[in-house]
């Protein structure tokens, strides 16, 4: 076993980081106060294949392994949740579906679009009456009618659409098949009786744009189904296993970061007549805190090189997913308790990152559905 990145792996480490701490990290306090992403940034992302992490290089990406994919969002995560979040989202949500089940001329249509840097894709799978029980609960319908689909329903939670050029849309198509009764249709999001409704006002990633999606006898070619028809929430699963080790990812770049900003502050802020970090009570938070990031970190690879050998990933991108999402929650509020009441004050990054990945326990897939996941698969039923 070898437990280090290859010599490209880490160039691409080093790239990424530089990028982000560099440019990235600067604007974070701002992204989160206005609530607005640094589209000049993201812009900037598209030369460096940030914005087509799984595209091979056939299709014009830069053919990354899934290792380097997620080493660049643990560095997006650790410079800017925000950006973090619409990136990951982007990527493991619209453009890793659009290459896993588009047809030649789909990629041809839609693959540059996406990774020019002019917008963020999105995928809409939520509903206002179904999360984490997709099969249950999606009431959104499309109906073929003539050469075109038309779509009817709406959406909830869903990142980036206002950025988006089109949102791969989780229909149900055929109500008495079952689970095998939905399909994934490309909309575009100019497509007339699409509404999407103003940004949601959340807690954190409040740079990150989320919207409620409307859908009113929208039409969208027939051409437009991705994948196979029926297949659509076999197809979600899967994009959500990927999609899981991205935000495992994104969860271990917002704790390292609350790790960054503990240690800092407790080396420089003294009681007692000595810095912070010569207390044994502030010492085993920094111990534990890398401890977990480190376990975290490697459930994340592990998840990642399984994908990338062609083997089943899903039982480890639940785990890396649910371990790194728990260890950032309890990593931002050691951070936050290591800064004492400064940590409680928008002055200190740690009350944003905080905020931030306090989402990771919930979007793709919460803890509680990951453990069901998990324990599937340990006892088989
Ligand atoms: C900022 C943000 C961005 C998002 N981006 C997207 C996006 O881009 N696209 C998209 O499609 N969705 C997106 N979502 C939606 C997200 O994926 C859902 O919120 C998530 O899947 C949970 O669904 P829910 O909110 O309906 O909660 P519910 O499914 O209603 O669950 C509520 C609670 O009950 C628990 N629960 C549910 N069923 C069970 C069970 N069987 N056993 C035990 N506990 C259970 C859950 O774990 C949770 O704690 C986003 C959400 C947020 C907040």
Not at 48 to 74: C, F, M, R, Y
Not at 231 to 239: A, D, E, N, S
Not at 319 to 336: C, D
């Given at each position: 076993?070898?437990f280090?990145?290859?010599?490209?792996?880490?160039?691409?480490?080093?790239?990424?980081?530089?990028?982000?701490?560099?440019?990235?990290?600067?604007?974070?306090?701002q992204?989160?106060?206005?609530?607005?992403?640094?589209?000049?940034?993201?812009?900037k992302?598209?030369?460096?294949?940030?914005?087509?992490?799984?595209?091979?290089?056939?299709?014009?990406?830069?053919?990354?392994?899934?290792?380097?994919?997620?080493?660049?969002?643990?560095?997006?995560?650790?410079?800017?949740?925000?950006?973090?979040?619409?990136?990951?989202?982007?990527?493991?949500?619209?453009?890793?579906?659009?290459?896993?089940?588009?047809?030649?001329?789909?990629?041809?249509?839609?693959?540059?679009?996406?990774t020019?840097?002019?917008?963020?894709?999105a995928l809409?799978?939520?509903?206002?009456?179904?999360?984490?029980?997709?099969?249950?609960?999606?009431?959104?319908?499309?109906?073929?009618?003539?050469?075109?689909?038309?779509?009817?329903?709406?959406?909830?939670?869903?990142?980036?659409?206002?950025?988006?050029?089109?949102?791969?849309?989780?229909?149900?198509?055929?109500?008495a098949a079952?689970?095998?009764?939905?399909?994934?249709?490309?909309?575009?999001?100019?497509?007339?009786?699409?509404?999407?409704?103003?940004?949601?006002?959340?807690?954190?990633?409040?740079?990150?744009?989320?919207?409620?999606?409307?859908?009113?006898?929208?039409?969208?070619?027939?051409?437009?189904?991705?994948?196979?028809?029926?297949?659509?929430?076999?197809?979600?699963?899967?994009?959500?296993?990927?999609?899981?080790?991205?935000?495992?990812?994104?969860?271990?770049?917002?704790?390292?970061?609350?790790?960054?900003?503990?240690?800092?502050?407790?080396?420089?802020?003294?009681t007692?007549?000595?810095?912070?970090?010569?207390?044994?009570?502030?010492?085993?938070?920094?111990a534990?805190?890398?401890?977990?990031?480190?376990?975290?970190?490697?459930?994340?690879?592990?998840?990642?090189?399984?994908?990338?050998?062609?083997?089943?990933?899903?039982?480890?991108?639940?785990?890396?997913?649910?371990?790194?999402?728990?260890?950032?929650?309890?990593?931002a509020?050691?951070?936050?308790?290591?800064?004492g009441?400064?940590?409680?004050?928008?002055?200190?990054?740690?009350?944003?990152?905080?905020?931030?990945?306090?989402?990771?326990?919930?979007g793709?897939?919460?803890?509680?559905?990951?453990?069901?996941?998990?324990?599937?698969?340990?006892?088989?039923?």
């Amino acid at each position: 076993m070898e437990f280090q990145l290859n010599e490209e792996q880490r160039m691409w480490q080093e790239m990424v980081r530089d990028f982000c701490q560099n440019e990235l990290k600067p604007r974070a306090a701002q992204t989160d106060q206005e609530g607005r992403l640094p589209l000049d940034i993201i812009k900037k992302m598209a030369p460096l294949g940030l914005l087509s992490l799984p595209v091979p290089e056939q299709d014009g990406g830069p053919g990354l392994d899934t290792i380097s994919a997620a080493v660049a969002i643990e560095e997006l995560g650790r410079a800017c949740g925000s950006t973090a979040l619409s990136v990951a989202a982007h990527n493991g949500l619209c453009v890793a579906p659009l290459v896993a089940f588009g047809t030649a001329a789909q990629k041809a249509a839609y693959l540059p679009q996406l990774t020019s840097g002019d917008g963020l894709g999105a995928l809409a799978l939520t509903e206002p009456g179904a999360g984490s029980d997709l099969a249950g609960g999606v009431q959104t319908t499309a109906t073929l009618e003539g050469d075109g689909w038309v779509i009817n329903g709406s959406k909830a939670w869903i990142t980036n659409p206002s950025l988006a050029p089109l949102i791969i849309t989780l229909c149900r198509t055929d109500r008495a098949a079952g689970t095998r009764g939905f399909s994934q249709i490309i909309v575009p999001t100019g497509a007339p009786g699409l509404t999407i409704n103003p940004p949601e006002k959340k807690m954190g990633l409040k740079g990150s744009p989320t919207h409620m999606l409307t859908y009113d006898n929208v039409r969208a070619p027939s051409a437009n189904l991705l994948g196979e028809p029926g297949r659509g929430l076999q197809q979600t699963l899967i994009t959500l296993d990927g999609g899981r080790i991205g935000i495992g990812a994104m969860a271990v770049g917002l704790a390292q970061a609350a790790l960054d900003e503990a240690t800092r502050y407790a080396k420089d802020r003294r009681t007692f007549g000595q810095p912070l970090s010569q207390h044994q009570a502030i010492q085993w938070m920094i111990a534990d805190m890398s401890t977990e990031i480190e376990a975290a970190r490697l459930l994340v690879y592990q998840a990642a090189w399984l994908k990338d050998q062609g083997k089943n990933f899903t039982k480890a991108a639940a785990m890396a997913k649910l371990f790194a999402s728990e260890a950032a929650e309890r990593a931002a509020f050691k951070a936050i308790q290591i800064h004492g009441g400064y940590g409680y004050s928008s002055e200190f990054p740690v009350e944003r990152i905080y905020r931030d990945q306090r989402l990771l326990t919930i979007g793709e897939g919460t803890s509680e559905i990951l453990r069901m996941v998990i324990s599937r698969q340990m006892l088989n039923n």
